[in-house]
């Protein structure tokens, strides 16, 4: 008998049941085990097909076993009162559904760097309303225990509030960057400016126009001539003397000095950087900061300047020897020449990537950056990891209220382009308008996202198989064609039940026109997916039983008038590896 699962994903699932065509598309694949009732089955070892008998009954597929078999009749509700408040969603998303359906809900996930502009409660408060999915903390910036209030209190907001936002923790890395300006907030460079750049040790208090850096051999590497570039080329510098531990700089490209930039020099139009590749990933204060982020239970860690799998590996193996119930992700910034050469094994190793077009853009030529930011979004969807889109996207918003249009065309391709989330720097941690900033994010997504929709461009990108074993490739071709059926039949969402979140992360990458319900057990795997294109995550306690757990999820979800009667969906699970396409009763 064929094991194969490929007769899952039919080009022609919309047609009547009973179409001779329809059956025969399954004939060509698999034997056919018939029956002498009016339904079909078709067998697989683990798995039955049915196509019902009924004309409005959508065939299922349910697991071959007698007592977790899913029947060819939708569920009964149940009584809505006893089971009402055990179901958690995102405040926000909640009333998004309520006010404008299913179809009106954002896909793209919006992530906000929290500075001194976004850091209080207020403020806090006023990005979760505004859709911000994930809380960024940057360890460049700020002490540890700045932090800790943060996180403290994106923590007390879920908790009163009722919002899933997640955290993530972003590491400094070990490439060489300034200082900070002595508590100055900034600096500006004006053209042909005199800057030296030091790595003396002062006190409280900076000379005027001296900038600290933070590596022992910078004056050793430099030479005469030599170009410098802060933040990757937001303000640029010529090197024209050197004195023992101080290099003296003219500005050639005015703008504003940042705290902490990163800085490189390039020499003969090529980046210097032999010096740069023999410093560690992760430093000693990234090991301390890791350390930190385990305790306060982050969901995230962001790894700067990642160069191999193997610091990936290493920072896994680390995080579960310190924190053996820890469900912390790791997420490799590509931001270095090292990342891209190495690009397929280190997302592989990782549990998602960042596009840092900032620090990228300072390594590779400018005209390069997007052709490397399309390849990185494309190899992460192959391989099941969400990526995020960052830097500079409304750079212009740190100091102005309205974008540039070249800024709303970029967010736009990155949509387009079916990114997980895109990311605010500068624009929310110290930013003039960072509840501006993510409200143009959001627009631009949902806009660009129905505009895909309306278009009908259903994606022809070829998902290959990333499963490592028989069971896996089974969950796989459950959710292309969960996926597939979703748009072929316009149903209203798909419903994926998932313990550890994977199956949920499955039927995300394929992209489906409709929203994706992820119900989960677990309050850590819930504010993960929080991370993932399309999925709004909730948290139900559900059991082994499909039939049961279908009923309670209808049940809460009418009591709180987020599906009615009549709404048609795909229910999935990695319960039992199972789906189900069905009315809500």
């Not at 840092?356 to 190899?379: F, K, N, Y």
């Amino acid at each position: 008998m064929s094991q194969s699962v490929h007769l899952l994903t039919p080009s022609n699932l919309a047609v009547p049941k009973h179409n001779t065509s329809f059956l025969s598309t399954f004939n060509r694949r698999l034997p056919v085990t018939t029956t002498t009732s009016t339904t079909a089955v078709y067998v697989f070892p683990k798995l039955s097909i049915r196509a019902a008998s009924s004309d409005r009954e959508p065939f299922v597929i349910v697991t071959d076993n007698g007592t977790s078999s899913l029947g060819l009749q939708p569920p009964t509700s149940q009584p809505d009162h006893a089971l009402s408040s055990s179901i958690e969603v995102d405040a926000v998303t909640e009333a998004e559904l309520r006010e404008n359906g299913f179809r009106s809900t954002r896909r793209t996930k919006l992530i906000c760097t929290i500075g001194p502009a976004t850091s209080g409660f207020e403020q806090l408060e006023s990005l979760a309303v505004g859709g911000m999915n994930v809380a960024r903390i940057n360890m460049c910036h700020g002490t540890r225990e700045w932090h800790r209030e943060v996180i403290q209190r994106v923590r007390k907001l879920n908790e009163e509030k009722g919002y899933a936002v997640a955290i993530m923790m972003d590491t400094e890395g070990s490439e060489i960057h300034m200082g900070d300006f002595g508590g100055a907030s900034s600096a500006k460079a004006e053209d042909d400016e005199i800057w030296t750049f030091s790595v003396r040790a002062f006190g409280s208090t900076l000379p005027e126009r001296t900038i600290n850096v933070n590596y022992d051999g910078f004056a050793e590497d430099v030479k005469v001539g030599d170009e410098l570039l802060v933040d990757g080329g937001m303000v640029r510098f010529e090197v024209v003397e050197k004195l023992g531990p101080d290099v003296k700089c003219r500005c050639t490209d005015p703008g504003l000095l940042l705290p902490r930039a990163n800085l490189t020099f390039w020499r003969d139009g090529s980046l210097v950087r032999e010096r740069n590749a023999m410093l560690p990933t992760i430093s000693s204060k990234d090991w301390l900061d890791i350390d930190f982020g385990i305790a306060e239970g982050v969901d995230f860690i962001a790894v700067s300047f990642v160069k191999s799998a193997e610091v990936i590996n290493h920072l896994k193996s680390y995080i579960a020897a310190r924190s053996r119930d820890s469900d912390i992700a790791v997420i490799a910034k590509i931001e270095s020449i090292d990342s891209l050469k190495n690009l397929e094994e280190i997302i592989l190793a990782s549990d998602g990537a960042m596009v840092a077009r900032g620090d990228l853009g300072a390594q590779i030529p400018l005209e390069q950056v997007p052709a490397a930011q399309h390849r990185i979004v494309q190899v992460c969807r192959q391989l099941n990891k969400p990526v995020i889109v960052a830097s500079q996207l409304l750079e212009s918003m740190i100091e102005y209220p309205t974008p540039t249009r070249a800024e709303v065309a970029d967010v736009s391709e990155a949509v387009r382009q079916r990114a997980d989330a895109l990311m605010l720097s500068g624009e929310s941690a110290m930013g003039q308008f960072p509840e501006k900033s993510l409200a143009v994010l959001r627009s631009v997504s949902l806009r660009i996202e129905r505009w895909w929709r309306e278009e009908k461009h259903h994606e022809a990108m070829e998902l290959p198989g990333v499963g490592s074993s028989f069971s896996d490739s089974i969950s796989e071709e459950l959710c292309i064609s969960a996926a597939k059926m979703a748009n072929n039949l316009g149903v209203d969402a798909l419903f994926v039940y998932t313990k550890t979140g994977h199956m949920a992360s499955l039927l995300s990458r394929c992209r489906p026109d409709c929203p994706i319900f992820a119900f989960t057990n677990t309050t850590s795997v819930r504010r993960r997916l929080n991370l993932q294109w399309g999925l709004i995550p909730f948290r139900v306690s559900f059991s082994d039983d499909m039939e049961s757990n279908l009923n309670k999820t209808f049940s809460l979800l009418k009591a709180r008038n987020l599906i009615k009667s009549g709404d048609l969906v795909i229910a999935v699970s990695d319960i039992l590896q199972s789906i189900q396409v069905m009315n809500v009763p």
